[in-house]
DNA sequence: ATGAAAGCGCTAACAG
DNA sequence: CTGTTAGCGCTTTCAT
């Protein structure tokens, strides 16, 4: 049994299909009698629109797709939630993919997305292959590249530079005193952002004729888990060192609770330093240092301009919007 | 200027709009040459297909409508994680929606959903109100209604029973010995699971004569800050407890943090037990009870008979799948 | 204020 | 193996 159409709405109401298309959608220019006598047929029949002839006939649709690597990483809910809030009740509807950190995957994900023909992409970071690209730049829609700040943009940019963001954070570090510094990461094969951020970090130390003293890296996604074992691992190695950077915070809270199982006083010690802001960052019992990352806001700010970008106003906006993260260093 | 149909496709390579149709869909009886002719020119053009007008067409869509409350608790983005990987590969295509544990707002994005005539819907909960079931059925597609089992199935069920859960941990903390037990909870008015789980518990300590000696809620959304505000808070209007039960993990991680700051033995002194088996509890420096939560199997089961119902094989399915939380205690 | 006609881009069904 | 015809359910455009 088919689900009920306009035309059957219509029938219904006494009143042709156009009335009734008009009726639905509070259209000018209609009755107040056919109004409520249409919406009253839709009502009762349990009428519900047809997107698919909607927006197939109309050209355009209010879908906008966005691509994440992943949801395990809490950093990128965040920024779907923030796209969702800022979406809410203007008739565009985010429509979400994962790309599982696979560059083929998310060509897959964003070529099945255009399909749909979307109004608007928001995707993650900057580094996709040419063809992904070709893909993106063919569907003459508004593109926005969110995180990342680190390289040329298709069309839209708002992100942060995660290299400048971990120099900030080897400079930060060395003001405290702190010299003989390691390193804990995770995945920087695929997060590349992540790598971004070690780069900028090492140069910091360059600059002050340092070098990371040892460092701790796993292929495995980021956990407590794995920043604890790491950190064990690693101080096993280099017992000596004063001060840890971790590809993120998420890592670092591994790392505070290695030292408090090993009776390694934080920060006092031993210095951690994450990147994100976490809110578990917040809880723990001990300080870390740590860069905040404006996810959220990234998220927002990359809907309201997806969505200003579908309008005239288009030429006027800016094309790259860039966020800088705030360093704490906690009790130090 | 408007992107390539498939017309254009067959004109470029000489054949007619059915054959390309065939051609790029890789159906059985087309000519080998014409495949190729007609792979060339789409890629050649840039062809992406379009799935609006497919799916009107063909009369379905590849689309599975999800719903969960937030992607906030990370409970959620491991489910969507299940739900995607069993998708992946199958064709069909996952679209997801938050109701922010607002029923109406939850109906909104069912309606939503819905007018793109998804293959099937996987909700959460089973407490959505008659207006959200009544628009479900009249869907005449697979529903799957996830996480919980307390209550009556629109059609499929995926979940466990969240009562049971937490009169299990009663019991199981209770045999441990422990007797002044209090509990720490948030968002209870929304998060309805939450609230059977408190029910269930309380159920277990009547049986066995006792009572919460004291509790501390909060409206708030759940965070191990939260847990350690509340923890303190409870901690000082009842110092004697020698338990503690949390809505989740989240929360439980926040108390311990709370015990390490007040120098309170965990779990000798004060037993700590949450719910859902989260990652972090396993890396902290203490153990503390919990019950696993198979979330990315509910997730990954869930697709699996979304998929299945979609075919004749659909009479011969359960209707429900249980699951049953494992418990674990720490080091007790 | 309402309706009729045309068409969005594709596939199902039938013919060759 | 290939093509033709007839929609899918809606909106746009143009009449009235």
């Given at each position: 049994?088919?689900?009920?159409?306009?035309?059957?709405?219509?029938?219904?109401?006494?009143?042709?299909?156009?009335?009734?298309?008009?009726?639905?959608?509070?259209?000018?220019?209609?009755?107040?009698?056919?109004?409520?006598?249409?919406?009253?047929?839709?009502?009762?029949?349990?009428?519900?629109?047809?997107?698919?002839?909607?927006?197939?006939?109309?050209?355009?649709?209010?879908?906008?797709g966005v691509v994440v690597?992943?949801?395990?990483?809490?950093?990128?809910?965040?920024?779907?939630?923030?796209?969702?809030?800022?979406?809410?009740?203007?008739?565009?509807?985010?429509?979400?993919g994962?790309s599982?950190?696979?560059?083929?995957?998310e060509?897959?994900v964003i070529?099945?997305?255009?399909?749909?023909?979307?109004?608007?992409?928001?995707v993650t970071?900057?580094?996709?292959?040419?063809?992904?690209?070709?893909?993106?730049?063919?569907?003459?829609?508004?593109?926005?590249?969110?995180?990342?700040?680190?390289?040329?943009?298709?069309?839209?940019?708002?992100?942060?530079?995660?290299?400048?963001?971990?120099?900030?954070?080897?400079?930060?570090?060395?003001?405290?005193?702190?010299?003989?510094?390691?390193?804990?990461?995770?995945?920087?094969?695929?997060?590349?952002?992540?790598?971004?951020?070690?780069?900028?970090?090492?140069?910091?130390?360059?600059?002050?004729?340092?070098?990371?003293?040892?460092?701790?890296?796993?292929?495995?996604?980021?956990?407590?888990?794995?920043?604890?074992?790491?950190?064990?691992?690693?101080?096993?190695?280099?017992?000596?060192?004063?001060?840890?950077?971790?590809?993120?915070?998420?890592?670092?809270?591994?790392?505070?609770?290695?030292?408090?199982?090993?009776?390694?006083?934080?920060?006092?010690?031993?210095?951690?330093?994450?990147?994100?802001?976490?809110?578990?960052?917040?809880?723990?019992?001990?300080?870390?240092?740590?860069?905040?990352?404006?996810?959220?806001?990234?998220?927002?700010?990359?809907?309201?301009?997806?969505?200003?970008?579908?309008?005239?106003?288009?030429?006027?906006?800016?094309?790259?919007?860039?966020?800088?993260?705030?360093?704490?260093?906690?009790?130090?």
């Amino acid at each position: 049994m088919r689900r009920p159409t306009l035309e059957e709405v219509a029938a219904a109401a006494g009143v042709s299909k156009m009335t009734a298309s008009r009726a639905l959608r509070g259209a000018a220019d209609v009755s107040k009698d056919s109004i409520l006598k249409v919406r009253e047929a839709a009502e009762r029949i349990g009428y519900v629109g047809n997107q698919l002839a909607l927006s197939l006939s109309a050209q355009r649709t209010n879908l906008i797709g966005v691509v994440v690597p992943s949801l395990s990483n809490v950093v990128f809910p965040e920024v779907l939630s923030g796209i969702s809030a800022v979406l809410e009740g203007t008739g565009m509807q985010a429509v979400f993919g994962l790309s599982d950190y696979d560059p083929d995957k998310e060509r897959e994900v964003i070529r099945n997305m255009l399909s749909w023909r979307p109004s608007a992409m928001i995707v993650t970071g900057l580094d996709q292959p040419d063809e992904t690209l070709r893909l993106l730049r063919q569907a003459d829609i508004p593109i926005v590249q969110l995180m990342d700040l680190d390289g040329e943009p298709v069309d839209f940019n708002v992100g942060l530079s995660h290299g400048a963001a971990g120099e900030a954070m080897g400079r930060a570090l060395l003001t405290t005193g702190r010299r003989r510094i390691g390193y804990v990461g995770s995945g920087l094969g695929r997060d590349l952002r992540a790598a971004k951020r070690k780069r900028g970090f090492e140069m910091s130390l360059r600059q002050a004729d340092l070098s990371l003293e040892a460092e701790e890296v796993a292929p495995d996604f980021s956990s407590p888990s794995l920043g604890k074992r790491l950190t064990r691992a690693l101080l096993l190695k280099a017992p000596e060192l004063d001060c840890i950077y971790y590809s993120n915070d998420d890592m670092a809270a591994g790392g505070v609770f290695a030292c408090m199982e090993l009776g390694i006083a934080v920060p006092d010690r031993l210095l951690i330093a994450g990147f994100n802001g976490l809110e578990i960052a917040d809880a723990l019992p001990v300080r870390i240092a740590t860069s905040h990352s404006p996810r959220r806001e990234m998220g927002e700010t990359a809907a309201r301009l997806a969505l200003q970008a579908m309008t005239p106003e288009r030429e006027r906006l800016e094309r790259i919007v860039a966020f800088t993260p705030r360093i704490t260093l906690g009790s130090e």
